[in-house]
């Protein structure tokens, strides 16, 4: 039960926070959660494209050209969806957030900056890949999809410096309250910038490549095992694979760079609520006036993890002081995102390992039914473990918007009726993403009527004609 303490302070919180704080919250993780979905597509899908065009031009393959041409049209209908979400994103910040803007805007913007430069070479180059179709020489063409996917690589790094950089700021000099003097170097490659986004890189080829392969496994399941399905499910599924094992490793320094750099956050994802030493793994749980509750402990395996060693001590959220000190509430959603997210990548490594191990044996595409369900969910699977891992990044900064610097509630604006301004954003992000669904399934049942087979690709080897009966000659009629 809660006490009479925790009620007050509670409403005594609520009171301090600006009307218009939940709102903006809430409109923020709607849209950025909505859009986080679309960068693996826009990042990596353009990679996969390129790795199968480069196999069909290098084998004469037809189907691998067939699938490079598609996917080239579905990454085009996700980059255009990506730019109309990343736009309400990049306007949200100053309607929203004008603490955040009007005081570090100098800063903060700086990477933004960096982002919608190589958002326009990325918008030029999809044009012309996609005009590239039947009009350019097949290296030519090639070569102009390579800064698509730069493009994209760079542009997320962009916005991961901007995130990281409210995460451990640095690289600007305050006097009375303002910014007088923007490092960018210092700004862009701030201390947490390589760790996030290597791991965000990753995220995306991982979302990518397992979402690609779920297509195609269903079609697997369905019985259409053709060349075209196996060559889609293998291109997808195989990069997924070979960069679990890497991404495990990142995620796990990471955390380590957490616990040294962000012992709050820290604090939070293992639900630590006193310092001490041979801290427990909490798995599950939550957090109720102060205690943990629900969970299954692992002894000492938290202060392993931390930095190898059982007696490691960890700060607890009773080092944070009371007035930036993140709620029960907080840490519970930071905490249970944090094992939602290892969770499901450990399955998706898993699932990695079974496909080595069938490979290994039979050396094709596995007909295991089981092993094609699972591959059928790992899209999905792969989705909810980056919104998760978001989760952690967002809210487990809570209660500040720049660590040490700027406070949420003292960030948001204290105008305007947020909620009114979230129902027409939330309508227009669902009447944009159901056109993208609409145009995506059509695109999907022309290239089923048109086959998979014996369709005519650009530069690669036509389909042989069917044979033709001949005619009987005059002696024979």
């Known amino acids: 039960m809660l006490t009479l303490d925790a009620v007050l302070n509670g409403l005594a919180t609520a009171a301090d926070e600006p009307a218009q704080l939940l709102p903006a919250r809430q409109q923020m993780a709607f849209t950025l959660g909505f859009h986080i979905i679309l960068v693996p597509f826009g990042v990596a899908l353009t990679s996969l494209t390129l790795i199968a065009h480069y196999r069909g031009l290098r084998r004469g393959d037809s189907t691998a050209l067939l699938l490079a041409r598609r996917w080239s049209k579905t990454a085009a209908v996700l980059f255009a969806v990506g730019a109309v979400t990343g736009t309400v994103l990049t306007f949200e910040l100053g309607v929203l957030w004008p603490g955040l803007m009007g005081t570090y ?68 000099t305050m006097r009375d309250g303002k910014v007088v003097d923007v490092r960018p170097s210092e700004v862009f490659f701030n201390g947490a910038f390589w760790g996030e986004t290597i791991h965000m890189l990753l995220a995306a080829y991982i979302v990518a490549g397992f979402t690609v392969a779920s297509v195609y496994a269903v079609g697997l399941l369905r019985g259409r095992d053709n060349g075209y399905h196996r060559t889609g499910f293998l291109i997808g599924f195989v990069t997924a694979a ?44 939550v957090l109720i006036d102060g205690e943990v509750r629900y969970g299954w402990q692992i002894p000492d395996l938290g202060s392993i993890l931390a930095d190898f060693s059982p007696s490691t001590t960890i700060k607890g959220l009773d080092a944070i002081p009371a007035d930036v000190r993140p709620s029960d509430r907080t840490v519970s959603i930071v905490h249970l995102a944090f094992d939602v997210m290892v969770g499901t990548g450990t399955l998706l490594a898993l699932l990695a390992a079974w496909f080595a191990w069938l490979w290994y044996r039979h050396r094709r595409v596995p007909h295991n039914r089981w092993f094609l369900r699972a591959c059928a969910v790992s899209g999905l699977v792969a989705v909810i473990c980056l919104e998760s891992g978001w989760v952690v990044t967002e809210v487990g900064r809570q209660p500040w918007t720049v660590v040490g610097l700027l406070l949420t509630k003292d960030a ?6 947020i909620w009114a301004l979230f129902a027409c954003v939330l309508a ?50």
Request: net charge negative; aromatic share 12%; hydrophobic share 45%.
């Open 242 to 285: 070979c960069l679990m094992p890497v991404q495990l490793f990142v995620g796990d320094t990471l955390a380590r760079d957490v616990f040294n750099d962000e012992p709050a956050k820290f604090a939070a994802i293992e639900m630590v609520p006193t310092t001490d030493d041979h801290v427990p793994e909490t798995l599950g749980g």
């Open 105 to 172: 805007g100098a800063a903060f913007g700086f990477p933004f900056s960096i982002e919608g430069l190589f958002f326009f070479l990325e918008a030029i180059f999809v044009s012309i890949y996609i005009y590239g179709w039947n009009r350019l020489p097949p290296w030519g063409h090639f070569w102009t999809g390579v800064p698509v996917s730069l493009s994209g690589i760079g542009g997320t790094a962009s916005v991961v410096a901007a995130n990281s950089w409210m995460n451990q700021p640095g690289g600007i």
């Open 412 to 417: 948001v604006t204290t105008e305007g009726n």
């Open 428 to 477: 227009l992000y669902c009447a944009v993403g159901a056109a993208a669904i609409w145009v995506l399934r059509s695109m999907r049942r022309r290239w089923r009527a048109e086959g998979d087979d014996n369709v005519t690709v650009p530069y690669g080897p036509a389909p042989e004609p069917e044979p033709v009966a001949a005619r009987p000659g005059p002696r024979e009629q």
